[in-house]
């Protein structure tokens, strides 16, 4: 499955984003849809995924509360909506793909999309 991820930018502290993670060449339909995210110098790190069939979540403790991933099934797109964004949040962030393992790790995703900016000014 090809990812396609967008809709990142510039905001202030407390601001909302919505990223999105659109699937080309098939259906997201038995797959896992994770967030990920990195900021400069450090390691990438894991934001959140959704089991696609079922709706099962996970989140990062850092962003418990205030972020929420969503599937669009007519869309074929998953979404990460960012509130209260802090300048912590700033990375780029990365949609990625793996077929019905729900996981934080990051190694086990097998299609990547390309990053997205995210940068929230204080």
């Known amino acids: 499955v090809q990812l396609q991820a967008s809709g990142g930018g510039l905001v202030q502290t407390g601001d909302s984003l919505r990223l999105s993670c659109a699937a080309s060449g098939r259906t997201f339909r038995s797959y896992v849809v994770g967030w990920f995210r990195q900021a400069p110098g450090k390691e990438r790190e894991f934001v959140a995924a959704i089991r696609w069939s079922g709706g099962t979540t996970l989140y990062a403790d850092s962003v418990k509360g205030r972020f929420t991933i969503s599937p669009d099934n007519a869309k074929n797109t998953v979404y990460l909506q960012m509130n209260s964004l802090k300048s912590e949040d700033t990375a780029v962030y990365y949609c990625?793909?793996?077929?019905?393992?729900?996981?934080?790790?990051?190694?086990?995703?097998?299609?990547w999309g390309q990053g997205t900016q995210v940068t929230v000014s204080s």
């Open positions: 990625a793909a793996v077929p019905f393992i729900l996981t934080m790790e990051s190694s086990r995703f097998t299609s």
